[in-house]
């Protein structure tokens, strides 16, 4: 047998092997990302179904919740520690009324008050005031034990203070022409954000 003869059958056995390997690699080049990505949308789909699973169960607690919340809405204890205003913008004014009322009672000398913006992200909501006030030391701490006792809750989220001194006249008897002397009286200037909580005003 010639070398070309014997080389022929070896030349097909080749030709027959590559002609098998063509297909397979085809399907190996097309189906293992094709199964990558099987396997990759069934992990998605299996978080998907366990998120929504979560979600079912939160969605399930809101009667209850609901439930809870109108009977601490009801609940007059609970009313005493929170403003039962229907709105953020009553809520505000009775917070400025009751502050200034705390103020008079104290002799203390209010400048300015202002009524600040609410945060949609407090929970549960605020109504904040900012006071100004001109007041001496003894005056200053009764006016913080008032905001501490008072009902509903009052909390000092920020304080300032600036003193200064005035001169006060005064008629010093004995004198022989009766004339005023002047003694130092210490003022403070204080600022004072204030805020309470508002359930009635939650939405």
């Known amino acids: 047998m010639s070398p070309s003869e014997s080389a022929a059958p070896t030349h097909c056995l080749i030709a027959w092997a590559l002609l098998l390997l063509l297909p397979l690699t085809l ?14 949308l069934s992990r ?8 929504i699973q979560r979600y079912q169960r939160v969605v399930a607690t809101l009667p ?11 609940n007059d204890d609970f009313k005493a520690f929170s ?5 953020p913008a009553l809520a505000g004014a009775a917070l400025q009324r009751r502050v200034q009322e705390m103020i008079r009672a104290v002799d203390a000398r209010p400048i300015s008050a202002q009524i600040l913006p609410t945060q949609e992200a407090d929970s549960p909501p ?20 008032r ?20 001169r006060v006249r005064r008629v010093t008897r004995g004198r022989s022409r ?8 210490d003022q403070l200037t204080v600022r004072l954000d204030i805020f309470g909580y508002s359930l009635g005003s939650a939405s």
Do not use: H, K, N, Y
């Not at 209850?64 to 009801?74: G, K, N, Q, S």
């Not at 403003?83 to 709105?87: C, I, P, Q, V």
């Not at 605020?126 to 034990?145: M, S």
């Open 27 to 40: 399907v190996a080049a097309i189906g293992l990302p094709w199964w990558g990505e099987l396997d990759d």
């Open 83 to 87: 403003f039962d205003e229907a709105t």
């Open 64 to 74: 209850v919740l609901r439930e809870e919340l109108a009977r601490e809405r009801t």
């Open 178 to 185: 009766g004339a005023p002397s002047a003694t130092p009286e």
């Open 126 to 145: 605020r109504v904040r005031l900012r006071v100004q006030i001109q007041a001496q030391t003894d005056q200053l701490l009764d006016l913080l034990f």
């Open 147 to 166: 905001l501490e006792e008072a009902r509903p809750f009052l909390f000092v989220d920020q304080m300032s203070i600036r003193a200064s001194t005035r």
């Open 44 to 51: 998605r789909i299996a978080d998907d179904r366990d998120q």
